[in-house]
């Protein structure tokens, strides 16, 4: 996952602003909320939390095949 420093958040100010921290989400789709200086939370808009579940679920195989099957003519060139 690639972290926007612009999407970090102190542990005291997501506790203390929460609601500043949610409308962030809602511009950025995630916050990562920092403790001790260190990533330790990240918050995410829920329908991103499900794009990326079903993403997860999906099976391997199937994906691989539709990636080659869509892009057949680049991977032929490719192989000359």
Do not use: C
């Amino acid at each position: 996952m690639l972290v926007d420093t612009a999407n970090l958040v102190s542990m005291t100010e997501a506790n203390q602003n929460f609601s500043r921290v949610a409308r962030m989400v809602d511009e950025k789709g995630s916050v990562v909320i920092l403790r001790n200086n260190q990533p330790r939370y990240v918050l995410l808009d829920f329908d991103q939390l499900q794009q990326d579940e079903t993403f997860a679920d999906a099976d391997v195989a199937t994906l691989g095949a539709q990636i080659i099957a869509d892009h057949r003519h680049a991977f032929e060139v490719l192989a000359q």
